[in-house]
């Protein structure tokens, strides 16, 4: 048996596995010896006494195994009272110390507050609108057929897929083996909703039209009354009935249980309201809230102008089913193209079939998960809330870095202390431990601090995103999510200073002379980690500073860009004359005596129609055959139109390049005209001019009697496409909603409300909706307001930080070398010397910064080249700023420390050491 | 002996130990001894069921142990009582003569006492 040599009572802390066993070991093996040693002496031999020793002692495998189970038992009870004790001597000392240095500990809670709550605002956003599913069971089943984000699109014209007419619902509907339930849901036109006894002033909740399946297949109890059954699709018309949401419930009815059963009337047709939905159903679009949920069989009751429920040319709904138990997506997906394909081209008239064959080509059918629903905005967001994502989380690094900078000078400062301790025996680990928990306990109350920054924060977040509306939850995921940061945080700034603060030469600590580390040890040494640290955070600082240059310019750019329309003069009134039954005749009559009545509004210099208003969303198109062209393919001779009134042009301020306006004589007595816009010219006309040639659309032929420059559409950043106005007056019929063009000479914000009165007065019943231009086409760059305005918030942060970073380790460096400085200026340095000295050494590290940062900005920036409007990657002025605004910083940043080395005197300096 | 119940058995054992102990630290081995020698070597168990009761014994804190030098220069780990140890040892003890002192009163009773 080995004998351990001098040690006579061996002192043992901690026992590892390995030891326990060795130990046990070696206690039964002294005492089988120590009875073959007797029996030996009583005369056996060595073999023997051993074997009659091993008998003696019994089953020595049981018994060893038992020593072993209670030693091991005892072990991990002592190492659990272990961690305990030392976790809570740790959170007490932290604590302590976080209480002793309230001022530090104020900035490192503010900092990480900021930091945190950023990111978790952002997030919320991300999980509101891109993460989460319905709340309804089991999403996972759920499948969209269609694009999820046209939620109110309407389509008249050609059969397509995207969104459907009802006659294809139907066909899938009946057809499909492979979905387990399927409904339809699509838009409706505005909602006069009138719900009390005597009530005067129609309301305009949000409805949605739903097949009567719509709350079987996505498995939604009624709170209250009753949902749709399959009575809801029989007849049309035969429906009278509603369901309205829960939210909705609580906020218009008051939670009035009498709400169900009511009767109420919408847009003239009797309702009652059957039920209301279960208080966790938020509706089958994320982004939008829905209010009232209508059978899609009284769709022509309350649209009496316009039938869409026989109508495969009109395009409308969108589609959700929820898979039969077994099938996959894949064979869902087919089955319904199958379907769909055929129902396609069974129906489509002779001449239509080669084009509709070429959609189906084009445009394959999307079959996606329905998990998250339909959205609108999650299209629209997707990659805006990428690119906030990615700047929060530069900041978050930029924290990170500052308060490493702080923890590692403070963790430096105690380096004799960390280096006596660890002399008298105390375990490094344990030390280490022992910062970690100072980190962590800050990191864990900044993140709580952040949690409710963010509640405010994400609110703000919403708002800018230009109409979602979502409630931002902190629900679990998102505050895993802040604790997840917090951890990685506090691991960030907290692990390598307190590794740092622990690594010390013992006799450097104890040098009486010696300052407890040195320089380079500490951080401020010519490449000390602090002033890494501040490169770092300078060239973080230069990405964030470059992207909101760029995005800021690329903002101005798109509210500045030419339109081809005069966007500060102009106000668009949306009118839907359909609903009140105008046709024909009497609408032409209408149109001219809202015409008229605008005109005569003061303010107002001109005003015009058209079927098709600028930035409102509606778009018409169509193929045409123009003289002289010949197209190879059946895209050539696609072409958006519009159908509009006298002296559009010059209304809407668009320039004629050649030609002439439409105007009164161009009606169904006059020649058929039409102008084209500059692109159609191009395209159609490379070699001449398009003036005098004809045109042939919807077997009627024009002559093209002026081209016009390009009117933008609706999206700022499309290219023009091609376009021809045709006069309203020479078409068959007006359109029942048409858009009123007016010029004012003044603010026209001024003057909507007198235009709307003025317009009402025609007609009280008519729909109207009155936007300026300027206001549409905000709203079509909201998410780019939001991009640069929130990243410009970041980047004014992260600079800020940057510099409090390049102020705290210069004033720390400059400290150190107090005496340095006094010796200079003794030995005959001018204070000048002293400050250019210190400014140098930090527009050093902001130099630094700016190389390493530069090439990681332009590498950036080309990932979200496509948010950039007009902007090259090397867009010198915003380089330029970032760069001016930066240096001015540091200069700042740098400056008072400069000065306070300069204004040491000698002597106090000399002192020092 | 061997019939005996295990429970009763490793009441004793421990009560056994706790007193061959009271005299100073030994090894297992020399508790096994004094054992022998006390009971006069009647109690013929295996010697190894001992060191099961000793590590509990060690793990409930009656007695702790400490590695050292024998009386032959071996390496072997000693026992002592702890403060808890006596004081258990003195309870186990009274406990332990009152059920002896009882079972023995029912064991030699001549005649069964009236039952109600």
């Known amino acids: 048996m080995t004998d351990r040599g001098d040690w006579t009572r061996v002192f043992r802390l901690g026992v590892g596995a390995r030891h326990i066993e060795r130990d046990v070991d070696q206690e039964l093996e002294f005492h089988i010896a120590m009875r073959t040693q007797k029996l030996v002496g009583a005369g056996f031999a060595p073999d023997a006494a051993r074997a009659k020793a091993l008998e003696r002692f019994g089953d020595i495998h049981t018994i060893r195994d038992s020593c072993l189970d209670i030693d091991h038992q005892r072990e991990r009870a002592m190492r659990r009272t272990n961690y305990l004790s030392n976790a809570r001597q740790d959170i007490s000392y932290a604590l302590r110390t976080m209480r002793q240095n309230v001022g530090f500990t104020a900035v490192v809670l503010l900092t990480l507050a900021l930091g945190i709550g950023a990111n978790t605002s952002t997030f919320t956003l991300i999980d509101a609108i891109v993460l989460r599913t319905l709340s309804v069971p089991h999403p996972e089943q759920l499948v969209t057929i269609g694009d999820p984000a046209r939620t109110g699109g309407m389509s008249d014209g050609s059969v397509r897929n995207d969104i459907v007419s009802y006659p294809l619902f139907a066909d899938v509907r009946d057809q499909s083996k492979s979905l387990r339930g399927i409904y339809a849901a699509g838009r409706t036109s505005r909602l006069d909703l009138l719900a009390e006894s005597g009530q005067k002033e129609p309301e305009h909740p949000r409805g949605r039209f739903v097949s009567a399946s719509f709350f079987s297949v996505l498995q939604v109890p009624a709170a209250l009354g009753r949902t749709f059954s399959p009575d809801e699709d029989k007849v049309p018309g035969g429906a009278p009935v509603v369901v309205i949401s829960y939210a909705y419930w609580l906020t218009r009815f008051s939670g009035d249980r009498s709400a169900v059963g009511r009767s109420i009337t919408i847009n003239g047709v009797p309702l009652t309201i059957v039920g209301v939905s279960a208080s966790t159903f938020k509706g089958d679009i994320v982004g939008q809230r829905t209010e009232i949920w209508i059978p899609i069989m009284e769709q022509q009751a309350l649209m009496p102008n316009s039938p869409w429920l026989d109508d495969r040319s009109k395009s409308w709904l969108q589609m959700m089913g929820r898979l039969a138990p077994g099938v996959t997506l894949a064979q869902a997906k087919s089955e319904i193209t199958a379907i769909e394909n055929r129902s396609m081209l069974d129906h489509v008239a002779a001449g239509e079939r080669a084009g509709t064959e070429q959609n189906i080509r084009e445009g394959p059918l999307r079959v996606e998960s329905g998990a998250r629903g339909f959205s609108y905005y999650r299209k629209l967001l997707a990659a805006p809330l990428f690119i906030l994502m990615a700047a929060v989380s530069v900041v978050l690094l930029i924290v990170c870095a500052n308060l490493a900078n702080l923890m590692l000078a403070r963790a430096s400062a105690r380096g004799r202390e960390m280096s006596v301790r660890m002399a008298l025996g105390a375990n490094r680990l344990r030390l280490v431990q022992q910062l970690l928990t100072e980190s962590l306990i800050m990191a864990i109350a900044g993140g709580a601090l952040g949690v409710l920054l963010a509640i405010w924060g994400s609110s703000a977040l919403i708002a800018l995103t230009g109409g979602a509306e979502i409630a931002a939850h902190l629900d679990a995921r998102v505050l895993a999510f802040t604790a997840l940061l917090s951890l990685a945080t506090a691991i960030l700034f907290g692990l390598v200073p307190a590794l740092r603060a622990t690594r010390v030469e013992l006799s450097e600590a104890l040098r009486a002379q010696g300052r407890g580390v040195s320089n380079a040890e500490r951080g401020t040494g010519k490449f000390g980690l602090g002033k890494m640290l501040v490169v770092a955070q300078v060239a973080l600082s230069v990405l964030l500073l470059v992207g909101t240059g760029m995005l800021v310019r690329s903002m101005q750019r798109l509210q500045r860009t030419d339109i081809g329309a005069a966007r500060d003069q102009l106000v668009l009134v949306e009118v839907d004359a359909q609903r009140s039954g105008y046709k024909d005749a009497r609408l032409s009559s209408l149109v001219a005596d809202l015409i008229s009545r605008a005109t005569q509004t003061p303010g107002v210099t001109a005003a015009s129609v058209s079927e098709n208003g600028i930035f409102s969303g509606s778009e018409s198109a169509t193929s045409i055959r123009v003289e002289g062209f010949t197209p190879r393919t059946d895209d050539d001779s696609a072409i958006a139109y519009d159908d509009v009134g006298p002296a559009y042009f010059s209304t809407i301020g668009a320039h004629l390049a050649q030609g002439r306006d439409l105007d009164a004589r161009d009606n169904q007595a006059g020649a058929k005209v039409a102008v084209m816009n500059a692109t159609a010219a191009r395209y159609f006309f490379p070699h001449g001019s398009a003036m005098g040639s004809h045109i042939t659309m919807d077997s009627a032929t024009y002559e093209i009697v002026g081209v016009v420059s390009d009117v933008e559409g609706g999206d700022l950043r499309a290219k023009p496409v091609r376009r021809v106005y045709l006069p309203m007056a020479q078409r068959r019929s007006p359109p029942g909603q048409f858009y009123l063009e007016v010029r004012t000479s003044g603010n026209p914000a001024h003057l909507s409300e007198s235009l709307r009165h003025a317009l009402s007065a025609a007609d009280p019943s008519l729909a109207l909706r009155v936007k300026t231009l300027s206001e549409l086409v905000d709203d079509s760059i909201a998410q780019d307001k939001l991009v640069s305005r929130v990243v410009s918030v970041f980047g004014i942060l992260a600079l800020a930080l940057a510099a409090l970073g390049l102020y705290g380790v210069m004033t720390y460096a400059t400290t150190r070398r107090t005496s340095e400085f006094g010796l200079r200026m003794a030995l005959g340095a001018e204070p000048a010397d002293v400050m250019r000295l210190v400014l140098g050494e930090a527009m050093l590290l902001v130099v630094g910064g700016v190389i390493v940062g530069m090439p990681a900005a332009l590498g950036a920036m080309q990932l979200v080249k496509n948010q950039l409007y007009e902007i090259g990657l090397l867009d010198w002025p915003s380089l330029a700023l970032a760069l001016i605004v930066l240096s001015a910083s540091a200069a700042l940043a740098g400056y008072l420390p400069a000065r306070r080395a300069a204004r040491v005197g000698p002597l106090v300096a000399l002192r020092e050491s | ?116």
């Open chain 2, 1 to 116: 002996m061997a019939d005996i119940d295990v429970g009763l058995m490793r009441g004793t054992l421990d009560l056994l130990i706790l007193k061959a102990l009271t005299w100073g630290p030994r090894h297992g081995y020399g508790v096994v001894e004094w054992i022998e020698h006390a009971t006069g070597a009647a109690l013929q168990i295996g010697e190894g069921t001992l060191y099961p009761a000793l590590h509990r014994l060690e793990a409930q804190g009656w007695i702790e142990a400490e590695w050292g030098l024998s009386e032959n220069n071996r390496h072997a780990k000693f026992y002592k009582l702890t403060a808890a140890g006596r004081g258990q040892l003195r309870t186990g003890l009274s406990a332990w003569q009152q059920f002896v002192e009882s079972a023995s009163r029912a064991l030699h009773a001549t005649a069964s006492p009236r039952t109600a």
